[in-house]
């Protein structure tokens, strides 16, 4: 079956735009996570919703970004005021909460750039 | 805080040696995930390790789980060229009970040959 998908694949923007990224589940996975990865460092969590509600948000760096998931399946990351520290991969993760192992799945990725 | 370290951070091999990347970490969990990324790519799930004691093996790589020392190893047989990517592990912290992986820091597998 179709795996976790994002796009767009690559954006580049200016400082202070606002940017949007979206990730589309594994179908019939509950849980969805955001993480980010910098250059040579391992993903770094941001944030998980269960269903439609954001159950843990405690990794958003500042109130700069915000992440929806409104009818509990496609999620959108958006980021307000982009700064050039923002510059990362934002990978998106899927897993069948309660169910086993609760393995995350990962989805290709959006490299954003901020110039 | 949890903390994921891992041991080497970059590890040079030539093909047809063994060798053993080591993955501590600071607190307690039962279960521990290993992946595998490309260059470019996003991570790739290797194995899910769910118990203390806990050994799975796919072709070269073999991953066990001490989670009485916190420790988790992923043990490359006989390398190939194939398997050069970065490996991370990953935890979620007190045995499973919140939602947020954190990972190790990576260890970049460069298999000459």
């Known amino acids: 079956g179709a795996g976790v998908s994002q796009t767009p694949s690559n954006k580049v923007t200016e400082k202070g735009k606002y940017v949007e990224l979206r990730c589309d589940p594994i179908?019939?996975?509950?849980?969805l996570y955001w993480y980010r990865q910098s250059l040579g460092q391992g993903p770094e969590f941001l944030i998980y919703f269960q269903g439609t509600g954001a159950a843990d948000d405690s990794g958003l760096p500042n109130d700069r970004f915000f992440a929806v998931r409104p009818e509990g399946s496609v999620s959108t990351l958006k980021i307000q005021r982009t700064e050039r520290g923002d510059s990362a991969v934002y990978l998106c993760?899927?897993?069948?909460?309660?169910?086993?192992?609760?393995?995350?799945?990962f989805g290709p990725g959006t490299r954003l750039t901020v110039l | 805080e949890l903390k994921v370290e891992q041991n080497p951070l970059f590890l040079s091999m030539q093909e047809g040696k063994n060798y053993t990347i080591y993955c501590n970490y600071s607190t307690t969990s039962d279960r521990l995930y290993w992946y595998r990324q490309d260059p470019g790519k996003s991570l790739e799930s290797l194995f899910v390790?769910?118990?203390?004691?806990a050994v799975k093996q796919e072709g070269r790589l073999m991953a066990s789980l001490d989670t009485k020392a916190r420790l988790s190893t992923l043990h490359i047989t006989a390398a190939v060229h194939d398997l050069s990517a970065t490996y991370f592990c990953a935890v979620y912290p007190y045995g499973g009970a919140t939602n947020k992986l954190i990972f190790g820091t990576g260890t970049l597998l460069a298999v000459q040959p």
């Open positions: 993760a899927s897993s069948a909460r309660g169910q086993g192992s609760n393995e995350q799945f």
């Open positions: 390790l769910l118990s203390n004691g």
């Open positions: 179908s019939g996975h509950t849980a």
